[in-house]
């Protein structure tokens, strides 16, 4: 990859970092949800819960739901940078193509662009 753009590096170390945060978010919710169950948060009948189990129960499952997705969104993110950083490279490379044609299709014909 010595020859490869800044772009398409970029791309790469941007797909590099949206698989980290994704597995990060699955590892997240598979914690949380195990945290969870062993606590003994899945009833969803706040009576057989005593009162520090229903005071907690609301902070855990913000906490249980919103870090797996808060790195799953920052994963999406880092996918759709590496596109749009892999299409701005593709873009200058096809510009350059046309560029050198014209290039030499003026140059065929004597006259200077």
């Given at each position: 990859?010595k020859?490869a753009?800044?772009?398409m590096?970029?791309?790469?170390v941007?797909f590099?970092?949206a698989i980290a945060?994704?597995f990060a ?8 949800n ?6 003994g ?18 902070p ?13 969104c920052?994963?999406?993110g880092f996918?759709a ?7 701005l490279?593709v873009?200058g490379?096809?510009k350059?193509y046309f560029a ?5 299709v003026?140059s065929?014909?004597g006259?200077?662009?």
């Amino acid at each position: 990859m010595k020859q490869a753009s800044f772009l398409m590096k970029l791309a790469v170390v941007f797909f590099l970092l949206a698989i980290a945060c994704g597995f990060a978010g699955w590892g997240a919710w598979k914690y949380w949800n195990a945290m969870f169950s062993a606590l003994g948060y899945g009833s969803v009948d706040f009576v057989t819960l005593n009162a520090e189990k229903q005071a907690m129960k609301t902070p855990l499952n913000l906490t249980m739901y919103t870090m797996p997705v808060g790195f799953w969104c920052v994963a999406a993110g880092f996918l759709a940078a590496s596109g749009v950083s892999f299409l701005l490279d593709v873009a200058g490379d096809v510009k350059a193509y046309f560029a050198e044609l014209f290039s030499l299709v003026c140059s065929k014909d004597g006259t200077h662009a």
